[in-house]
């Protein structure tokens, strides 16, 4: 019998052990960062030799040159080409949607004169060059590849460079053809913290990019924190999670299958429904003893739901919002009558899923919006991936002699209460004496 931890926000010690069920150690491990340290430092002075040592020992890949790990374009459209029609149609169709909403989020460039002539505004640029990483392996994601690869080009990103691992030279043919749809520009079967390495630090087969999106394992994410700064990066995403906050009228398979979802990820992911219906959470408790037996991955969603998961009974719906809100979750489903009004009440969310028909899984695969969200309680200050990451600001300024005059002194000013002679003469050259 699967023991999932049950929680009343009435119970004195209710928010103790809620900040020990949110608590996850997100620090890496030492051994992998020391790993990938010197993964990082060998690829930084050696280039492709690394990568292909590395490529040989992880992968069992052994090629002569980097340039034999990249795939061809006509091999990505022959994957698309040659898909089952009900695959293919859902992929041009996911593809569709996604593109569909990023488009919505383009920002444009704007500037304002002001009466004395002084142009001020910003400038809207994409990056240039941008690396996506691709799980491969055990995990093939083309719904990744979906997610990441199509706000960069609605973006205007010029360049998109793919890099998948591909162990003993099995490729994911979902995985190419998703990024024929997405018009990634190369792709190289390379992975690990040594793709990592050659996308930030560029070699001579490998481009040096602006910055690096998409998942991986733990090395790939200890990688990612390490050339922050040489490159940019979207983000170093924890476990997946799902809250459901439901008024104990959704149909409880619904949600125990929700819970599924996410728990189905890894060990580490983390379901948790708030109800004010006690005898409900019992109902959700049944269907989660029933359903699990029908699980190809009840073994992690066992471990998942035992270690991490919760069914927390609360006074009522606006209690679970102050909790949820508390929790910052990736996911938040509202499977509740009004789901609108009470959206309205959510500061802090990844994803908000609204109404008894609209599961989480919809989101992850070709609802629209990104499936790239902020996790560990991150969505306090961060927010979903999208076609903002991959463009840049800079702000534009051009001052009239009208203006140069009026904002010299103000400046000058200022500059000489900091101490900073250069700046204030810099400034008082651009007035006008009369």
């Known amino acids: 019998m699967l023991k999932i931890r049950r929680l009343s926000t009435q119970d004195a010690d209710f928010q103790a052990a809620l900040r020990e069920l949110l608590a996850f150690e997100s620090a890496q491990d030492a051994t992998i960062d020391a790993t990938v340290a010197d993964i990082l430092d060998n690829v930084k002075r050696r280039g492709d030799a690394a990568v292909l040592d590395y490529t040989r020992q992880?992968?069992?890949?052994?090629?002569?040159?980097?340039?034999?790990?990249?795939?061809?374009?006509?091999?990505?459209?022959?994957?698309?080409?040659?898909?089952?029609?009900?695959?293919?149609?859902?992929?041009?169709?996911?593809?569709?949607?996604?593109?569909?909403?990023?488009?919505?989020?383009?920002?444009?460039?704007?500037?304002?004169?002001?009466?004395?002539?002084?142009?001020?505004?910003?400038?809207?640029?994409?990056?240039?060059?941008?690396?996506?990483?691709?799980p491969g392996g055990k995990a093939a994601y083309p719904s990744s590849v979906l997610m990441n690869a199509i706000p960069a080009k609605v973006a205007g990103v010029q360049e998109l460079i793919m890099v998948v691992p591909t162990p003993g030279g099995v490729t994911n043919e979902l995985v190419l053809a998703a990024a024929h749809v997405c018009g990634v520009d190369r792709v190289f079967t390379i992975g690990g913290a040594q793709a990592v390495g050659a996308l930030a630090y560029g070699t001579e087969t490998v481009p040096q990019?602006?910055?690096?999106?998409?998942?991986?394992?733990?090395?790939?994410?200890?990688?990612?924190?390490?050339?922050?700064?040489?490159?940019?990066?979207?983000?170093?995403?924890?476990?997946?999670?799902?809250?459901?906050?439901?008024?104990?009228?959704?149909?409880?398979?619904?949600?125990?299958?929700?819970?599924?979802?996410?728990?189905?990820?890894?060990?580490?992911?983390?379901?948790?429904?708030?109800?004010?219906?006690?005898?409900?959470?019992?109902?959700?408790?049944?269907?989660?003893?029933?359903?699990?037996?029908?699980?190809?991955?009840?073994?992690?969603?066992?471990?998942?739901?035992?270690?991490?998961?919760?069914l927390i009974h609360v006074r009522d719906l606006d209690e679970a919002i102050a909790i949820a809100n508390q929790i910052a979750p990736e996911h938040l489903e509202l499977s509740v009558e009004q789901p609108q009004q009470w959206a309205k009440q959510i500061k802090h969310a990844g994803a908000i899923f609204m109404g008894r028909m609209t599961c989480e899984a919809l989101g992850d695969y070709c609802a629209?919006?990104?499936?790239?969200?902020?996790?560990?309680?991150?969505?306090?200050?961060?927010?979903?991936?999208?076609?903002?990451?991959?463009?840049?600001?800079?702000?534009?300024?051009?001052?009239?002699?009208?203006?140069?005059?009026?904002?010299?002194?103000?400046?000058?000013?200022?500059?000489?209460?900091?101490?900073?002679?250069?700046?204030?003469?810099?400034?008082?050259?651009?007035?006008?004496?009369?």
């Open 58 to 134: 992880f992968d069992r890949l052994d090629a002569k040159s980097l340039a034999d790990l990249e795939i061809p374009q006509a091999k990505l459209e022959a994957a698309f080409v040659n898909l089952a029609p009900d695959a293919k149609a859902a992929l041009q169709a996911a593809a569709e949607r996604v593109r569909i909403y990023h488009e919505r989020q383009v920002q444009q460039s704007w500037s304002y004169t002001e009466a004395d002539g002084t142009l001020l505004g910003q400038q809207i640029t994409a990056l240039d060059r941008v690396g996506l990483y691709v």
């Open 209 to 310: 990019v602006d910055k690096i999106v998409g998942p991986g394992n733990a090395y790939v994410a200890a990688a990612k924190r390490r050339v922050f700064g040489v490159v940019g990066i979207d983000m170093v995403a924890g476990p997946s999670e799902i809250l459901i906050i439901c008024d104990g009228k959704t149909d409880p398979d619904w949600i125990a299958m929700d819970l599924f979802s996410q728990a189905e990820h890894d060990e580490l992911a983390q379901s948790i429904l708030l109800c004010p219906d006690q005898g409900y959470i019992d109902q959700v408790a049944a269907s989660i003893e029933k359903l699990l037996l029908t699980m190809p991955r009840k073994e992690v969603i066992t471990t998942s739901l035992t270690n991490r998961g919760a």
């Open 368 to 434: 629209g919006p990104n499936h790239v969200l902020p996790t560990s309680r991150t969505a306090r200050f961060s927010s979903p991936l999208g076609v903002y990451d991959f463009q840049k600001r800079s702000s534009l300024i051009q001052v009239s002699a009208e203006g140069a005059n009026t904002l010299g002194k103000i400046a000058a000013t200022l500059a000489y209460g900091e101490g900073l002679q250069a700046h204030a003469k810099s400034a008082e050259y651009r007035i006008t004496h009369r």
